[in-house]
């Protein structure tokens, strides 16, 4: 059994750099990393989350949900894939293994998590090591998508429309 030194770095548009190293056990889970996160940056435990095992392009591969998402398929053709049931060291194939964690699909809260280290002596439990930067309230990210809004009844003026909201342009052609 060995400790395993992560650096988890909050990505966001702010140019201030926020990471947090966490020293975990290998024969841990990746609910009791989830949970150490969370704590490490002051963020609920009431959202939905998913850790996406990753390589050196940042790419989501393997993913590692909170919750068992096979609706009762056939658990046989389903692969170990739940926090509570992976073992961080049964996904570690790279000595600087990247990970991905979403939290919050709402707001889109992501973690980009690498391991920096090993340590013979094994923790207890996860711990924090080193704090670097504040970290956002969690509440400071908007879930809406800016983009993604549409006129009101208010903004719309339909003056000129006719009963299908055509108005002057069916005028224009000759049918």
């Given at each position: ?20 190293d ?45 919750f068992?998402?096979s609706?009762?398929e ?5 692969l170990?894939g739940v ?93």
């Amino acid at each position: 059994m060995a400790g395993l030194k992560f650096r988890v770095l909050l990505d966001s548009k702010d140019k201030n750099e926020v990471f947090r190293d966490i020293l975990i056990s290998d024969q841990d889970n990746f609910e009791s990393f989830y949970r150490a996160i969370l704590s490490a940056y002051n963020f609920s435990n009431d959202q939905m989350a998913s850790f996406y095992m990753s390589n050196d392009s940042w790419d989501k591969g393997f993913e590692i949900s909170l919750f068992d998402m096979s609706f009762g398929e056939d658990s046989s053709q389903i692969l170990p894939g739940v926090m509570n049931s992976s073992r961080i060291g049964e996904f570690i194939q790279e000595s600087d293994q990247k990970i991905i964690l979403v939290h919050d699909f709402l707001r889109m809260w992501i973690f980009l998590i690498e391991l920096i280290g090993y340590q013979e002596n094994t923790p207890e439990s996860a711990q924090t090591v080193l704090s670097v930067g504040n970290a956002p309230q969690e509440e400071s990210k908007s879930n809406e998508d800016e983009s993604l809004k549409f006129e009101t009844d208010a903004e719309f003026d339909d003056s000129d429309d006719d009963e299908f909201g055509f108005g002057d342009y069916e005028d224009q052609y000759d049918y």
